[in-house]
T-cell receptor, first 112, second 117 residues
Framework: GEDVEQSLFLSVREGDSSVINCTYTDSSSTYLYWYKQEPGAGLQLLTYIFSNMDMKQDQRLTVLLNKKDKHLSLRIADTQTGDSAIYFCAESIDNYGQNFVFGPGTRLSVLP | NAGVTQTPKFQVLKTGQSMTLQCAQDMNHNSMYWYRQDPGMGLRLIYYSASEGTTDKGEVPNGYNVSRLNKREFSLRLESAAPSQTSVYFC????????????????FGQGTRLTVV
């Protein structure tokens, strides 16, 4: 079945770049997403990428997609303490937004 | 525009008690979902509803029932709560069929923290 994998923890120093990696198994994924979850809150969409794109940049966020290796990454430039959260990678495996598979989440800790 | 609203935010149940978690969305979305979140396991889909009048089992449906009351509301019922159902429950909605790009993503409620003792 479909599976999305992420490392569970990442620590970086404030001002450094963070790179959160994700691998997925379903080659038919149409959209891939990065969500952010702050403590005690629900998930909020950070960015998404369509499966025919290699890269997407949005201010401090850069998403890279290697479809051949089924690898997705999220780079956060100039990481701030407010970026400390859990980051979830997710794939949508149909065109209708009805089937999402989420990874276990990467807890990013930003050290001063 | 409230998005996805879940109630209650917190609940403690005794083993064997029943309860219903309520969820409503005001974005006219077709699809709605119930997930549970457990440490290190990410989000696991309990049930989903692709459109009003339909519901389908997800990855972990045992011990739960759902009702898609209308397009806005999707409730999750625990008939006889067990300690293994202690978790954080999230309701989500998405546009579903006909949506492309931004709009396909899932919008989440704030979660219900349920403890079964």
């Amino acid at each position: 079945g479909e599976d999305v994998e992420q490392s569970l923890f990442l620590s970086v120093r404030e001002g450094d770049s963070s790179v959160i990696n994700c691998t997925y198994t379903d080659s038919s994924s149409t959209y891939l997403y990065w969500y952010k979850q702050e403590p005690g809150a629900g998930l909020q969409l950070l960015t998404y990428i369509f499966s025919n794109m290699d890269m997407k940049q949005d201010q401090r966020l850069t998403v890279l997609l290697n479809k051949k290796d089924k690898h997705l990454s999220l780079r956060i430039a100039d990481t701030q303490t407010g970026d400390s959260a859990i980051y979830f990678c997710a794939e949508s495996i149909d065109n209708y937004g009805q089937n999402f598979v989420f990874g276990p989440g990467t807890r990013l800790s930003v050290l001063p | 525009n409230a998005g996805v609203t879940q109630t209650p935010k917190f609940q403690v149940l005794k083993t064997g008690q029943s309860m219903t978690l309520q969820c409503a969305q005001d974005m006219n979305h077709n699809s709605m979902y119930w997930y549970r979140q457990d440490p290190g396991m990410g989000l696991r889909l309990i049930y989903y509803s692709a459109s009003e009048g339909t519901t389908d089992k997800g990855e972990v449906p045992n011990g739960y029932n759902v009702s898609r009351l209308n397009k806005r509301e999707f409730s999750l019922r625990l008939e006889s709560a067990a300690p293994s159902q202690t978790s954080v429950y999230f309701c989500a909605s998405s546009g579903g069929a006909g949506y492309r790009g931004r709009g396909t993503e899932a919008f989440f409620g704030q979660g219900t923290r349920l403890t079964v003792v």
